[in-house]
C-alpha cells in the first residue's frame, strides 16, 4: 500500500482505541484502526469518508493533538512517535499544521486579523523585531488572496466573510513555514460559491510553496477536483486508495461506489449501478470481526461477516479492502466503465 516515492509521511498501521470512559467499563471506541497511507512531497492526498469514519481522529493522531494505541507516524524518515516525547516535538508541530473546520470558531473575535497571525509567528520565533514582523504579517495575508493587506489587518473576524477567514486560517498556519498542512474540512462550513477559491489556494500553495497537504473531506468530488491521490475511510478503516481520477472512474470497493452514487454527476459519463442501502456506519464500540460495510453491502457473503479482508492491490497505486478481490476472491465488481447502463 506504501508508494516507492520521495514520502514526507509516510502513516502505518495507526490505530487509535478511546476508553468509553466509565470505571468498570472496558469497552473501547475502535475510531481508527490500522490505517496505513502516505502523503508524497508536494501533493495532496484526500482522506473522504462520511461522519464517525475517523478522518479527524486520523488528523489529530498525525498532528499529535492525541496519542495513537498503536502505529507509526513516519516523517521525512523518522517515526515521530518513537523519537520525541510528547512535549519535545516543536520541530514536528511547526512543520505539520493543521487547518480546522470551523472558520468562525477558530479566530478571536476581540483581536484583529493582525494579532492572529502575529502569535504564531512570535511563539515559534520566526521574526526578530516589530519590522520584520509586520512584514511577514502582510507577506502571508497576501499570500492567502487577503489583499490589501495593510487594511485587512486591521479587521476584526466579524468584518471577514467565512471564505476569507479560513484563508486566515491557512496564513496562520502558513506562518510557521510547515511542510505539510492538515486541512480538516476546510471548506465544508463555506458557501458552495466560495469553496473553490479555498481549494485552489491549497492547489496553488502545493504547486508553488512546495507544501504537501492531507485533505479531509465528506465529498469525493471535490477530493477529484484537489488531490493527486484519495484515500476512503469507513467505519475507522482505510477501504480502498487509488490516484483521484481512478478511483472515481473505477471505484473499486463497494462503499466507493455508493460514496459515488452520492455525487450528482461526479464526472460526466459515470453511472454506478450499486443499489445499496443507504444508513448509518456500524457502532465502533467493540465491533464484531469481519468487514465493517457488510451489514450495508448488497454483495456480501458469509465470509464478510467472520474475516476483514486483508488490502489487495488491483492497479498500480490502487488497492482495495474486500473479499471481492484477490486471491480467494469471487469476482470483480464491474468496472465504472462497463457497468454505464
Ligand atoms: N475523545 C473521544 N472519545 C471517544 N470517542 C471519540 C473521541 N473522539 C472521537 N471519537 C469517536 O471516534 C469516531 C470517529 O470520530 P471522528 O471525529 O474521527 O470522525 P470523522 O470522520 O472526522 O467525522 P466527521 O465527518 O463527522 O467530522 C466517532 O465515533 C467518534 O464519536
Ligand atoms: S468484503 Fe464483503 S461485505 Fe465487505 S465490501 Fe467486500 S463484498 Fe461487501
Ligand atoms: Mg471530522
Redesign the pocket.
Known amino acids: 500500500m506504501s508508494e516507492q516515492r520521495d514520502l514526507v509521511l509516510d502513516v502505518q498501521h495507526l490505530t487509535k482505541h478511546?476508553p468509553m470512559g466509565g470505571m468498570r467499563d472496558a469497552r473501547k471506541?475502535h475510531?481508527?484502526e490500522d490505517v496505513t497511507f502516505s502523503i508524497p512531497r508536494t501533493e495532496i492526498v484526500t482522506l473522504v469518508?462520511?461522519?464517525?469514519?475517523?478522518?479527524?481522529?486520523?488528523a489529530r493522531l498525525i498532528s499529535r493533538l492525541i496519542e495513537p494505541t498503536s502505529g507509526e507516524v513516519i516523517y521525512n524518515g523518522t517515526d515521530v512517535l518513537k523519537s520525541q516525547p510528547r512535549g519535545a516535538s516543536l520541530d514536528y508541530r511547526g512543520d505539520v499544521q493543521m487547518v480546522f473546520q470551523d472558520p468562525f470558531g477558530s479566530l478571536n473575535p476581540a483581536h484583529t486579523i493582525g494579532y492572529h497571525i502575529e502569535r504564531p509567528l512570535l511563539i515559534h520565533k520566526k521574526v526578530s523585531g516589530r519590522k520584520e514582523l509586520r512584514e511577514r504579517v502582510l507577506d502571508l495575508l497576501n499570500t492567502v488572496g487577503l489583499g490589501p493587506a495593510e487594511e485587512t489587518a486591521e479587521k476584526f473576524p466579524y468584518e471577514l466573510s467565512g471564505g476569507q477567514r479560513q484563508r486566515v486560517g491557512f496564513a496562520r498556519a502558513l506562518s510557521v513555514e510547515p511542510k505539510v498542512i492538515l486541512a480538516d474540512?476546510p471548506v465544508s462550513m463555506l458557501d458552495v460559491s466560495i469553496r473553490v477559491g479555498v481549494l485552489n489556494l491549497m492547489k496553488r500553495l502545493a504547486d508553488d510553496s512546495g507544501l504537501s497537504f492531507l485533505y479531509?473531506t465528506?465529498d469525493i468530488a471535490s477530493a477529484r477536483y484537489i488531490s493527486d491521490h484519495t484515500n476512503v475511510?469507513y467505519a475507522?478503516r482505510m477501504v480502498e486508495g487509488a490516484p483521484s481520477d481512478e478511483l472515481v472512474h473505477e471505484p473499486a470497493h463497494p462503499y466507493t461506489r455508493l460514496l459515488l452514487s452520492a455525487v450528482p454527476n461526479p464526472h460526466a459519463g459515470l453511472r454506478t449501478q450499486e443499489t445499496v442501502a443507504r444508513g448509518e456506519i456500524p457502532s465502533?464500540i467493540d465491533p464484531p470481526p469481519g468487514c465493517p460495510f457488510a451489514a450495508r453491502c448488497p454483495h456480501v457473503m458469509p465470509v464478510c461477516r467472520e474475516v476483514m479482508p486483508n488490502a489487495v492491490t488491483i492497479a498500480p497505486n490502487h488497492w482495495v479492502r474486500c473479499h471481492l478481490y484477490g486471491d480467494g476472491g469471487v469476482s470483480p465488481l464491474p468496472t465504472a466503465a462497463n457497468s454505464v447502463g
Open positions: 478511546f471506541v475510531a481508527v469518508g462520511e461522519s464517525g469514519s475517523g478522518k479527524s481522529t486520523t474540512e479531509i465528506h475511510m475507522g465502533l
